[in-house]
């Protein structure tokens, strides 16, 4: 098959057509040279490629700018309810593509950088990947934002500036090495930073208790310094904000130390406060109850909401309008969706103290609200989505950490606990049981403060990301509580941005789409349904699979570029990319690798060329992740140097994955792996991203991969192994991994070549503890599901082998895609849950006037 073109010619094809307007043109390049002059400084007459990146991204910024502050000025006059989305987590990637595709200006400033004799992609590539999360869920946040100004809504994201985002992870000797990922080393051309904004955020201290009331005193103060990066709609003007909070010590922080002379120390001190916002978390589905977190939480929810009360209150009619007058308005105004179990619950002590404290000293003109007002206007206010049903993953805060960081919050919580037993008494009198499992507060050695409890009890909506997900919340993790508010419990399947995830990282599959049902699919993904149609067209089926093919093309290169590594680009391209997790199963592949390199001899056994591809980063401290990490490097480097396999079978681990190269590899796989064990993966957005970009999926009946199998039909994807009841059943009598280990020939000798060192020949024993766990203690039952593996992959190697049913498979999955666009998952919360309708009204352009 001839080489895909190079992206110069591409350019030149966009010269020819005459795409981009030439006004178009003509200004970016006027408006980059402008910026070049300006960022090279006055000594330095050679532009280096970061130079060329940051005149670029301020050209694209101009052009953002202007439609951000109409869209504020917007808000301000019309005052819609805000959606406010906390999240400690947005995995935004890149931003410079992503804007130039919202706002149309890609192939304008394509044609303009090819006249100035520069490369668009090579000045993509130099931007730092704004790493502020771990995988889904930070991700999710930033395709929900996307949505959100695509959908116009007054939406706002909330989080933390963290100075180091996800680390970047390196390979060594086949082990996982961290390092610090120091993306704002060279700045951030896409962020404003607003002092005039900053906020206080009190800690520690103790409560006095008085005939006047109770005051929280002797607090240590620090300021939440907000950073606002726009958010832009695909081609509708409007600009939404997500601003990121940086914490900074006050001037006064520890200046008793240099009234005693030590003012060194005293300035040293400053990182204690400041160290809030140093670092991500970098643990994924796992709760570390450590106090820096626990700050870090508090810290962004105590500043979020002073702000949105500050945003309430100076509405475009400030005080003079009467509706402004009252707190009791709160809910008709403000909407807070809050992710996951981490931080969320916080808001809602700190809701209900603030509002306690705004109305009797802000100088609104509403008495004093009891603690229950607050509370019931807390619950209309908040919102809850649980993504995760592990429960190591759910948080439990000891209550005397939570004593010592926030004393009086800890009042406020036990009141609120009070308020909820008795309710629960009285509709359950005697049942001590359901008292103690329901309660915020759980006794014990330890006692601690149940998270999630206070998030569902402080909530008007509580809802999980996937149905099969939200029907386990509702029957086990919060089964009493639904039993109580039937009403509360909803389900929002996850969806992905169309923008990023097809039009961005796959715009030949767009194209030959948009040939075929023009282009109006890109902010109503139900269009694809129109390509059922074509399903048999055998020039659209060519054209699928020529995309498909020169994606792979240029992963291949990309591959052998930055890894080293020559593959066979007609091999299947078989994926799993995530975090590594036991949960997820990248065992269960390894296990699959293995028996196939050992069936290379076998001529029985049909042996189809694969490359397959593990990419994920493993939590610093969890020790069976970064095994497997190990495991898969291992196996690589056996496979890949057998010269009787060749180019057969290869074993890559995708290093230090992240938004900027999923852009490449999603587009370039064939074979989609999503096989956690059922009834474990809350949804899953990867599943979506493939499914959309033309991969095949294999995996169990977990997640969104029901919802994916429904929408397709199951015969369209590799479904595979136990179901939610079997794995329920197993557990009931006793998973003993021996038994499979004994009777499947296949399985015994690859747990007993990783066991002997066949894979480890330098350390015979280095998968010790890989193979005890699998055969003692694996909580998600590898063996079980082994043997329907194999055989699921061997109905994968009898379809590949014939490309013409396998396109027509992929055709049918991009077509039945549509149901998993954020955009439907949006406003499906803005009506169900946050009561607001999505606009299609476009706010004029700067450049026209305002209406």
Partial sequence: MAAPLSDGERRKQISVRGIAGLGDVAEVRKSFNRHLHFTLVKDRNVATPRDYFFALAHTVRDHLVGRWIRTQQHYYERDPKRIYYLSLEFYMGRTLQNTMVNLGLQNACDEAIYQLGLDLEELEEIEEDAGLGNGGLGRLAACFLDSMATLGLAAYGYGIRYEFGIFNQKIVDGWQVEEADDWLRYGNPWEKARPEYMLPVHFYGRVEHSPEGVKWVDTQVVLAMPYDTPVPGYKNNTVNTMRLWSAKAPNDFNLQEFNVGDYIEAVLDRNLAENISRVLYPNDNFFEGKELRLKQEYFVVAATLQDIIRRFKSSKFGCQDPVRTSFETFPDKVSLGQRGAPGPGGSRYIVSRAARHITSSSGLRAAVL?????????????????????????????????????????????????????????????????????????????????????????????????????????????????????????????????????????????????????????????????????????????????????????????????????????????????????????????????????????????????????????????????????????????????????????????????????????????????????????????????????????????GANVEMAEEAGEENLFIFGMRVEEVEALDRQGYNAREYYDRIPELRQAIDQISSGFFSPRDPGCFRDVVNMLMHHDRFKVFADYEAYIKCQGQVDQLFMDPREWTKKVIRNIACSGKFSSDRTITEYAREIWGVEPSATKIPPPNLPRD
């Fill in 370 to 702: 009891s603690l229950h007002g607050a509370w019931e206007i807390t619950k209309q206010t908040c919102a809850y989505t649980n993504h995760t049903v592990l429960p190591e993953a759910l948080e439990r805060w000891p209550v005397s950490m939570f004593e010592k960081l926030l004393p009086r919050h800890l009042e406020i919580i036990y009141a609120l606990n009070q308020m909820h037993l008795d309710r629960v008494a009285a509709l359950y009198p005697g049942d001590i049981d359901r008292l103690r499992r329901m309660s915020v507060i759980e006794e014990g050695d330890c006692k601690r403060i149940n998270m999630a409890h206070l998030c569902v009890i402080g909530s008007h909506a509580v809802n999980g990301v996937a149905r099969i997900h939200s029907d386990i919340v509702k029957n086990t993790v919060f089964k009493d509580f639904y039993e109580l508010d039937p009403e509360k419990f909803q389900n929002k399947t996850n969806g992905i941005t169309p923008r990023r995830w097809l039009l961005l990282c796959n715009p030949g599959l767009a194209d030959v789409i948009a040939e075929k049902i023009g282009e109006d699919f890109v902010t109503d993904l139900s269009q694809l349904k129109k390509l059922l149609d074509f399903i048999d067209d055998e020039t659209f089926i060519r054209d699928v699979a020529k995309v498909k093919q020169e994606n792979k093309l240029k992963f291949s290169a990309y591959l052998e570029e930055h890894y080293k590594v020559k593959i066979n680009p007609s091999s299947m391209f078989d994926i799993q990319v995530k975090r590594i997790h036991e949960y997820k199963r990248q065992l269960l592949n390894c296990l699959h690798a293995i028996t196939l390199y050992n069936r290379k001899s076998d001529p029985s056994k049909s042996f189809v060329p694969r490359t397959i591809m593990i990419g994920g980063k493993a939590a610093p401290g969890y020790h069976m992740a970064k095994m497997i990490i190990k495991l898969i490097t291992s196996i690589g480097e056996v496979v890949n140097n057998d010269p009787y396999v060749g180019d057969k079978l290869k074993v890559i681990f995708l290093e230090n994955y992240r938004v900027s190269l999923a852009e490449k590899v999603i587009p370039a796989a064939d074979l989609s792996q999503q096989i956690s064990t059922a009834g474990t993966e809350a949804s899953g957005t990867g599943n979506m991203k493939f499914m959309l970009n033309g991969a095949l999926t294999i995996g169990t009946m977990d």
